[in-house]
């Protein structure tokens, strides 16, 4: 599914944000957590299956109204193979609901490792005259400190199968200036990551105006979205920091283009932990979530105005 | 095990390198390939079996002269959630012979997400009342583009547990340069990225005279290697580019202190496809992977005296 998907999904819900699928066990009510431990004990398999029904349950509550999810690698890794299996299913599952997926994996390798990881999670592993399809995302995060070796073959699965990618460019977290912000021959290194969208993006310009080479710009940064922005307009920002990270829709505002798109909003502990704030013990965990969704929705649109 | 382990096993074998596990199917003799394919049809499943057979055979066949093994997690999961247990199966047969395991995945993340990542290929994962292993490499490597939010969580295994990490700095592959070496407020990236060992590393010297705190170097810059190594003389390196990627004995002898140790050296392709350059179609491939290890290791031996 290319940018120019998620631009139409955006449009259809008129609504710039994503789902952050990132579940630990605390983020999961604990009837769901328990019953699973029940039937697998204490096991790496329970705390998957715990995983799958909250994502599920929060792809159902979510799926008319939230364009995309973007399932965060670390966490399903976290579970070892029982987790590889669950982060297929959640991205087959979303695909199934119509939205589409960033799969959050900021990989980075010399060309012929980078070709496996891009084959891995946009593209096919060959298998005798098969090719199977694996993660099948619809775009992944990919971080340049490698250069351009390190990028061209997640390009070359764009270029083949209309995906998309969101390269690292000003990171959310609040270490992300002790190289990325430091003067690099005369503008700070997250501008020069910048400067090399011009030649990644070649010949991947869609007809939505935006390019299937998108940035990772951090909400709580917003001088330097403001320059990001303006420096690369066609490429769409996926921008996590806001809720819990500490950024507001004021903030994120910047990411946005005139045309009121441009920008993909992600709030993952917002969402899935919504029902700790309502007293019911989980119990309403998919309404809470739903709420919160629509309150994120409707704070992030009436910002961008 | 702690780099004071590996420095044990690199002396007890007097071999300063490391074979790296990366297979894709085609690195595969083909009988093994076509039999796992008889059995499960062209699936993952045949595929992640192939590799698991190659991989025990690689160990059977090395583990008493090679001390490490450096799966790269990308031809893993390539093959899916499949390849995900071959990974966890293969570090784990490592440990049974004896050898230190690299999990070479250069993750990088926010903390709170890099955290789940240390917990996955270093520490624990805590479900219910148990601390459950899931990887349990013995070190893995970490891309530093975040700043030190993104490092903090290894470090805290490494402390926690006695495990190592190695930092890019330099890599091997063409484009590495494009980053890594343009000039930051004086100097090149990559020496700003050493700069920051001294915090990293602290509280993580260990009695072998290294710290946890490594570094990935590549072969095939070893003006960069005789530079970083001077800034970082306690860092244990692990030096890439050995080999198919071009760089020669000669290349890595900078790498090295003057008691003879302070880097590893990888080789892959090298040690996995030695089968075919023997003309035996691959029925000789132990045979084959070990007389090419026994000759990099003399080779590099006798460079470094």
């Given at each position: 599914m290319s940018v120019e998907k998620l631009v139409a999904c955006i449009k259809a819900k008129n609504n710039p944000t994503v789902a952050g699928?990132?579940?630990?066990?605390?983020?999961?009510p604990a009837h769901i957590v328990s019953d699973c431990i029940a039937r697998h004990g204490e096991t790496l398999n329970a705390a998957a299956e715990a995983m799958r029904i909250f994502n599920h349950s929060l792809i159902d509550a979510l799926c008319d109204i939230v364009p995309a999810i973007k399932p965060q690698a670390a966490y399903y890794e976290l579970l070892g193979p029982a987790g590889a299996v669950v982060l297929a299913d959640t991205i087959a599952y979303a695909h199934e609901k119509g939205m589409y997926v960033i799969a959050d994996i900021k990989r980075n390798d010399i060309g012929a490792t980078a070709s496996a990881y891009a084959e891995a999670y946009l593209g096919r592993t060959i298998v005798g005259g098969s090719e199977l399809p694996v993660y099948d995302a619809d775009s992944c995060t990919v971080n340049?400190?490698?250069?351009?070796d390190g990028i061209e073959p997640f390009l070359k699965e764009c270029r083949a199968r209309q995906k998309s990618i969101y390269v690292l460019v000003k990171t959310s977290n609040k270490s992300s200036g002790e190289f990325q912000n430091r003067d690099m021959e005369g503008k700070p290194l997250y501008v020069r990551v910048a400067e090399h969208f011009a030649a990644w993006g070649e010949g991947l310009d869609t007809a939505c105006g935006y390019n299937e080479v998108g940035a990772v710009v951090g909400a709580t940064y917003p001088e330097e979205q403001k320059i990001i922005r303006s420096l690369i307009p066609k490429a769409y920002f996926l921008v996590p920091g806001y809720g819990a990270q500490g950024a507001t829709a004021k903030d994120i505002a910047?990411?946005?283009n005139d045309d009121g798109l441009g920008a993909i909003v992600n709030s993952s502990r917002g969402i899935m932990c919504a029902w700790k704030k309502t007293g019911k013990d989980g119990a309403d965990f998919m309404e809470a979530a739903r709420a919160e969704a629509i309150r994120m929705r409707d704070d992030i649109v009436s910002a961008i105005r």
């Amino acid at each position: 599914m290319s940018v120019e998907k998620l631009v139409a999904c955006i449009k259809a819900k008129n609504n710039p944000t994503v789902a952050g699928l990132d579940a630990r066990l605390e983020y999961i009510p604990a009837h769901i957590v328990s019953d699973c431990i029940a039937r697998h004990g204490e096991t790496l398999n329970a705390a998957a299956e715990a995983m799958r029904i909250f994502n599920h349950s929060l792809i159902d509550a979510l799926c008319d109204i939230v364009p995309a999810i973007k399932p965060q690698a670390a966490y399903y890794e976290l579970l070892g193979p029982a987790g590889a299996v669950v982060l297929a299913d959640t991205i087959a599952y979303a695909h199934e609901k119509g939205m589409y997926v960033i799969a959050d994996i900021k990989r980075n390798d010399i060309g012929a490792t980078a070709s496996a990881y891009a084959e891995a999670y946009l593209g096919r592993t060959i298998v005798g005259g098969s090719e199977l399809p694996v993660y099948d995302a619809d775009s992944c995060t990919v971080n340049a400190y490698l250069g351009t070796d390190g990028i061209e073959p997640f390009l070359k699965e764009c270029r083949a199968r209309q995906k998309s990618i969101y390269v690292l460019v000003k990171t959310s977290n609040k270490s992300s200036g002790e190289f990325q912000n430091r003067d690099m021959e005369g503008k700070p290194l997250y501008v020069r990551v910048a400067e090399h969208f011009a030649a990644w993006g070649e010949g991947l310009d869609t007809a939505c105006g935006y390019n299937e080479v998108g940035a990772v710009v951090g909400a709580t940064y917003p001088e330097e979205q403001k320059i990001i922005r303006s420096l690369i307009p066609k490429a769409y920002f996926l921008v996590p920091g806001y809720g819990a990270q500490g950024a507001t829709a004021k903030d994120i505002a910047n990411a946005f283009n005139d045309d009121g798109l441009g920008a993909i909003v992600n709030s993952s502990r917002g969402i899935m932990c919504a029902w700790k704030k309502t007293g019911k013990d989980g119990a309403d965990f998919m309404e809470a979530a739903r709420a919160e969704a629509i309150r994120m929705r409707d704070d992030i649109v009436s910002a961008i105005r």
